[in-house]
């Protein structure tokens, strides 16, 4: 048995070139052929006539973009696999930019990312990858770039503060009774750096008592600054990860190609103001729908404000609101199932009967209006019971703290608005099936950011750095998704041609689509 051996150090008369070492159905050269298709003129337009030359932008995206659909996000190992991975090679056609070049350019193009992805997401609109018919809504807590232990309440402030003046007083005394020059001029250093830092604390300090007034007065105590990066607020990240400075990160997905077609980061901590936000970037993007457009999301969504916005503009949209099960049966079986299973009673257990005005509860109380409220956090009726004292599921249905042993129940003046949007899903039969598929769609995309692509911490600081940021990831998995969509769509048409039989006409065309890049029109294939 002999060797299929060779010498490293031959030299080859035909060359090679750098297309010849890349498979021909490269993920690279699908991303190059996405570039070369980008409006790149705002991004070629901060280049300057004068200086030294720089790396050309479509090879600094073709690097920057193979990279992020691989999940790699650290710039030293970008530089590394620019010298060792066949396809980085490609990508940056042997130039090996180092790692301080590819971050400057990432940095100074943060602004661009979403332009970019608007005009990938348009180009998969235009060729008919998805409809864009379908779209669902969702969010997620990503922790910022920045640590927990950098937050702080302004009680704690006022203290580092405090401690800081102690430090800067003792520096000044022995900078008083100090005679080397030397000595001195470092003490100078070490007092303007504690001032400077003492300076950005008390901005710090204005910030987050300008913050507290604006939040919940039962929230204003515990309220927390991150003195590095005040953008992010501290919020839960949920799954018994507990609190940590972070950011809440939204998407809309097609449902049915899973194409993220509008990312955006904001600071609230929940999602209750932010469908009418997500409705217009999705309408800015993809533009308006020819015919109507659903969508869908969960209950988080629903506050009165967007109830109104959805109705004012006559928006198909789910939302998902529990609906009362219809496996209880009769009364007498939810009071049952009520004291098997020992869960508090909702506001839901409660009927409310328009024509004598008042609700019952589950065991047949009636609670009657007492009072109408017309404040800032509320504008509605109340009602309550005449006293629960002798009910035998009390204490699944009043507080422990409830002196005065009756149960009452809040119907706000818009609450009209979550009771039409309940009927609408459970009158249309397609609502269940809606919402099964977004459980397959919207919610998946988020588990393949966070796990798949292990993008689960924001790398640069500040809101509009991260909402670059989170653009280019979310551009990364929209690659990776249309790639696998061409590729798909390719190897069916492939298979098609092959089952034909031997046509000389097919072949050529298989050959021309599918052929050397060097002698054949570069990668039609991706955009058939």
Excluded: W
């Amino acid at each position: 048995m002999g060797f299929i051996t060779a010498d490293r150090n031959q030299t080859i008369l035909l060359g090679h070139c750098l297309d010849d070492f890349v498979e021909k159905d490269a993920k690279i050269r699908y991303i190059t052929a996405v570039i070369d298709k980008l409006d790149l003129s705002k991004i070629y337009a901060r280049y300057s006539a004068q200086g030294a030359d720089s790396y050309e932008p479509k090879i600094m995206l073709a690097i920057i973009f193979l990279a992020f659909t691989e999940s790699i996000y650290s710039t030293r190992k970008i530089e590394q696999y620019c010298k060792k991975h066949m396809d980085f090679i490609y990508a940056s056609c042997n130039l090996k930019p180092d790692h301080t070049t590819i971050a400057r350019f990432i940095q100074h193009n943060l602004d661009q990312m979403k332009d970019l992805f608007t005009q990938i997401i348009l180009r998969a609109k235009q060729k008919g990858y998805a409809n864009f018919k379908e779209v669902a809504i969702d969010g997620s807590k990503i922790r910022s770039a920045s640590s927990k232990k950098k937050s702080y309440q302004e009680s704690k402030i006022e203290r580092y503060m405090a401690a800081i003046q102690k430090e800067i007083d003792s520096y000044l005394e022995e900078l008083e009774k100090e005679q080397t020059l030397e000595r001195k001029e470092e003490l100078d250093i070490r007092v303007k750096q504690l001032k400077d830092k003492k300076d950005l604390l008390e901005v710090r300090r204005k910030e987050v008592k300008e913050r507290k007034e604006k939040i919940t007065k039962s929230y204003r105590e515990s309220h927390q600054i991150n003195i590095v990066e005040p953008d992010a607020y501290m919020m839960d990240l949920g799954y018994g990860k507990g609190y940590s400075p972070a950011y809440n990160a939204q998407i809309s997905v097609d449902m049915g190609s899973q194409l993220i077609t509008s990312p955006d980061v904001i600071q609230d901590r929940n999602d209750r103001q932010t469908f009418s936000k997500q409705h217009q970037n999705i309408e800015q993007t993809i533009g308006k729908p020819e015919e109507e457009r659903k969508y869908i999301t969960d209950n988080g969504y629903g506050s009165y404000e967007q109830l109104e916005y959805i109705k004012e503009n006559k928006i198909d949209a789910y939302i998902s609101y529990e609906l009362p099960s219809e496996e209880e049966g009769t009364i007498k079986d939810k009071i049952e199932k009520i004291k098997v299973t020992g869960r508090k009673i909702k506001k839901e257990d409660f009927i409310y009967n328009k024509d004598n005005d008042t609700y019952k509860c589950p065991m047949g109380k009636s609670l009657n209006f007492y009072r109408r409220e017309n404040n800032k956090s509320f504008k509605g009726r109340k009602y309550r019971t005449e006293g629960c004292s002798g009910c035998e599921i009390k204490s699944q249905c009043l507080a422990s703290n409830n002196k005065k042993d009756k149960r009452e129940i809040s119907l706000d003046e818009k609450e009209y608005l979550i009771d039409d949007m309940k009927t609408k899903i459970r009158q249309e039969e397609q609502a269940k099936e809606l919402f099964q598929k977004r459980k397959t769609s919207v919610e998946p995309v988020f588990g393949n950011i966070k796990q798949n692509m292990r993008y689960d911490r924001f790398k640069r600081r500040g809101l509009a750095k991260v909402n670059g940021e989170f653009a280019l990831v979310c551009m990364a998995h929209n690659l990776n998704k249309l790639f696998r969509i061409i590729t798909a769509k390719f190897s069916k048409t492939l298979f098609y041609f092959g089952s034909k039989g031997n046509n000389i006409g097919r072949l050529n065309l298989i050959f021309t689509v599918y052929g050397n890049r060097r002698h054949h029109e570069p990668n039609n294939y991706l955009y058939a």
